[in-house]
């Protein structure tokens, strides 16, 4: 009983027998099939993480997840002690000992693993020079309560797009991850995150004129246009998902069977050419393809995302990534194809599951930078579930509200952005 | 102290699809000192002078003063002898019922040593794999000297042995010591004297004139006592997935040392380079490497020079995969001019085996090929010694006609300044 892995690096849901287990609330210990906890009377939800020994002990370790948020530590901008290529871990020279790549900053490729259901890899690609994606994100340890998304793809044209995107998508969750309004409805709830996701896209932009206004004058840097870059946010909330975008950053909500789909609707020019009736894959092909009508940045017209939300009916994944990955896999029904397959090689763990991703787009050919971050979703039982009704949950689909159709309805769009 | 330095030449940037990286490093080590007097431990000589019953008259004569010059430029406190080689091989200084097999040398050692091989006489056969034997066994009396070099000189063939043996003689020598051989007269073999200067890590050259050797035994000896630094090892690092093509040394000579590789781990392999003086040494290094998408770097060799197990210099071999054509077609000047320089040997040489077969269309075709190949990389030494072998009607595109009469001498010439290269001129 006392042999048990990190959970960081366990395949995520679902307690095994041999695992020792522990109370999100108060960590007491407790058995796999609980229902509630012995010591403080907490719903056990299905998939708790299994835990270390020496942490679920830890006074107030676990009682105060939301003070524990993680962040990256490291400075990205310092080289990786792990080769990008093959894992090796020795360079001299500035090459690694094993197969020679070169060696590179944290930044070409890094990941984020808040806890066990949540995870983000960013990836340089194969053919640009700097991984100028950002992404940041964070969770609550009990699977489907917390999770924070952030993917901003910085715009190649502009100079310090990954300064940028970064800052962006940091900034974006340290809005998010504020305590939100205690209301209980799933409404009232959307409604709450809808407010706050405005307020992250204005906190990100900030961060992106920011870096316009100190241009950091590194060699080589372009100087064509002020730094630009996209925004796409998920929230996951007990069984709620609220999301928002400027720009083609995607958000997608891929179920374990039945009908995926992108939640988001790109702003750009190939977005708008399909609803205007040309075959998706002529517009994702055509010359401007990769022209986006919002972004953020000094010289946006508008930067408030557009939001959607769902509350999803079964277990699944909800995937957030940058046009490095959805280029070689536009439709929802592709994507879904892609993930489901990589997931159970992946044992349904997020880490594994954003690398094979990761690993998949590189072997497409990597054109861009990739990131992705996924959540694993396994929608509470509603006879046990955190405010969510029975009629909420049985009912899928949009939830949306007068207020939020308002918001959809306006969805803005810019005027075609420069910046191919 | 010995200082050293390697320069790199090459064109990293290769073709997408591309796999092979083709890189000229360049090592260069000053303040070598004098042989046996620095840190790498005391140093040894042998002369192996051969005896045989045809060296008579003005060939013993001049042998005789050639070892005794010899013997002039060896440093003292360096240990020393000298085999007199016939069918048999025979310890002449120090003298055969001396208690010791080798001596240091100091002035009375030297004046004795003269004295003996004043009395050396030509009678017998030879069989040089017992020569190189015996003075594998003197050099064993000695392992305090760790720098061991001889210096052999022959007339004529291998007679008096057969093949195999002469073959498991130079191999039980191999790594124990370095020899330069000399060979007299237009009756030895090329090939077989070549083939034991390239395993023993030395040099190959004709003394046409019986009357030059005293002056080639001088230089050569002053070289060997120029080495400093008594044995220097090659290692080249290349990543996982990738293979090690060849290794080859080529200037001062073209020397393709991929025979004497030594694996040191399964990405590493180390090639003996022998002792060191004041010189540059350029090595021809290529890597089959996997190729990687437009935009990819690799680190596709690294060639680091080690003495005494430590690193003394190093140069990087990198691969870039691009897709500009104006960076990937062009090719290094110095790998362009030691490609070439290394076909050059490998042409004269099997020119000169097909003239000698009487095949005179494969003779010309590849003499003719080394006519153009000299005239392209500058080499006019071998340019020169080309035209006593073949009329040269066009050197741009090598149109030769074999000479219907050529001394045997002139090819021998031609055939042992093959491996010689000239500089490339570096940017």
Same mark, same amino acid.
């Given at each position: 009983m006392n042999e048990n892995p990190p959970s960081d690096v366990h395949p995520a849901p679902g307690p095994t027998a041999g695992q020792r287990i522990v109370c999100p609330n108060c960590g007491e210990d407790a058995e796999p099939?609980?229902?509630? *906890?012995?010591? *403080?009377g907490q719903d056990l939800p299905d998939g708790i993480t299994p835990v270390p020994a020496d942490s679920s002990k830890r006074p107030g370790g676990l009682s105060h997840p939301a003070a524990a948020l993680p962040t990256t530590p490291v400075d990205l901008e310092s080289l990786s002690p792990v080769c990008r290529t093959c894992r090796g871990t020795t360079f001299q020279d500035g090459y690694c000992e094993n197969c020679g790549s070169p060696a590179v900053k944290i930044r070409d490729h890094w990941e984020e693993r808040p806890a066990a259901w949540v995870a983000a890899v960013s990836d340089r690609g194969v053919r640009h020079h700097r991984n100028e994606d950002g992404m940041a994100v964070s969770a609550r340890p009990e699977p489907g309560s917390r999770a924070i998304l952030v993917v901003c793809d910085g715009v190649s044209s502009s100079f310090d797009s990954d300064i940028a995107s970064l800052g962006a998508a940091r900034a974006a969750r340290e809005v998010l991850d504020r305590p939100r309004p205690d209301v209980a409805s799933v409404a009232g709830r959307i409604s709450a995150w809808n407010e706050r996701l405005a307020l992250a896209g204005d906190e990100a932009n900030k961060q992106a004129v920011e870096a316009g206004r100190h241009p950091s004058g590194r060699p080589g840097e372009r100087q064509d246009s002020p730094p630009s870059c996209t925004f796409a946010a998920a929230v996951v909330d007990n069984g709620v998902i609220v999301v928002g975008w400027v720009g083609d950053s995607r958000i997608y909500w891929i179920p374990d069977f039945g009908e995926p789909e992108q939640m988001s609707r790109d702003d750009s020019w190939a977005t708008e050419q399909i609803l205007a009736g040309v075959p998706r894959e002529e517009a994702e092909n055509g010359p401007r393809a990769h022209a986006i009508t919002r972004w953020l940045g000094p010289d946006s017209p508008d930067t408030v995302p557009t939001r959607d939300s769902r509350v999803p009916d079964r277990p699944g994944w909800l995937l957030v990534c940058s046009d490095g990955l959805w280029n070689y896999c536009s439709p929802a029904s592709d994507l879904a194809t892609l993930v489901r397959g990589l997931a159970n090689e992946a044992q349904g763990d997020p880490s594994h599951l954003a690398s094979r991703l990761i690993d998949w787009a590189n072997a497409q050919g990597g054109m861009d930078n990739i990131t992705v971050a996924l959540a694993r979703i396994a929608p509470i039982p509603p006879q046990r579930g955190n405010g969510i009704t029975s009629d909420e949950t049985t009912t899928p689909t949009q939830a949306t509200s007068s207020g939020l159709n308002g918001v959809l309805d306006s969805a803005p769009t810019g005027p075609g952005n420069p910046h191919a | 102290m010995p200082s050293f330095s390697a320069e790199v030449f090459q064109n990293e940037f290769i073709s997408e699809g591309a796999t092979d990286v083709h890189a000229i490093v360049s090592v260069t080590c000053a303040g070598a000192g004098e042989a046996g007097r620095g840190e790498g431990g005391e140093a040894a000589e042998i002369i192996i002078v051969d005896t045989s019953g045809s060296m008579l008259d003005a060939k013993i004569i001049a042998a005789r003063q050639a070892a005794a010059v010899a013997v002039d430029q060896i440093l003292d406190g360096t240990w020393f002898a000298v085999i007199s080689g016939t069918h048999v091989a025979t310890r002449a200084f120090p003298y055969p019922n001396a208690r010791v097999s080798m001596v240091q040398m100091e002035p009375g050692a030297r004046a004795a040593a003269k004295d003996a091989i004043s009395r050396l006489e030509a009678d017998g056969g030879t069989a040089m794999g017992s020569w190189l034997k015996l003075a594998g066994q003197l050099f064993d009396t000695v392992p305090q000297a760790t720098q061991r070099h001889a210096i052999l000189l022959t007339d004529g063939q291998n007679q008096s042995e057969q093949p195999y043996q002469f073959q498991a003689a130079i191999e039980s020598v191999t790594g124990r010591f370095q020899c330069d051989c000399r060979g007299v007269g237009a009756d030895w073999d090329v090939a077989e004297l070549r083939h034991v200067s390239t395993a023993l890590l030395g040099t190959v050259d004709l003394i046409a004139n019986p009357a030059a050797m005293a002056a080639d035994f001088e230089s050569l000896m002053q070289k060997a006592m120029g080495r400093g630094v008594a044995e220097a090892t090659l290692r080249v690092w290349a990543p996982q997935g990738s293979h090690l093509l060849w290794v080859r040394q080529v200037s001062p000579s073209v020397e393709d040392l991929t025979s004497r590789k030594v694996e040191v781990n399964p990405l590493t392999s180390a090639f003996p380079t022998g002792a060191w003086g004041d010189e540059s040494r350029d090595y021809h290094v290529a890597v089959r490497v996997p190729p990687q998408p437009v935009g990819q770097e690799r680190l596709a060799a690294r060639v680091q020079l080690l003495v005494q197990d430590s690193v003394v210099s190093q140069g990087l071999v990198k691969a870039r995969w691009s897709g500009d054509d104006a960076l990937t077609t062009r090719i290094d000047p110095a790998v362009a001019h030691y490609t070439g320089q290394a076909e050059l040997a490998v042409v004269i040489q099997e020119g000169l085996a097909a003239k000698a077969a009487g095949d005179e269309a494969t003779a010309t075709t590849k003499l003719g090929r080394a006519v153009a190949l000299a005239a392209e990389t500058g080499n006019d030494e071998a340019t020169s010694k080309l035209r006593k072998v073949v009329d040269i009607d066009d050197p741009a595109t090598g149109t030769v006609r074999l000479k219907r009469s050529v001394d045997k001498l002139d090819e021998m010439a031609l055939d042992t300044a093959s491996t010689k290269t000239t500089r490339v001129n570096k940017r």
């Open positions: 099939g609980d229902l509630f *906890c012995e010591g *403080c | -």
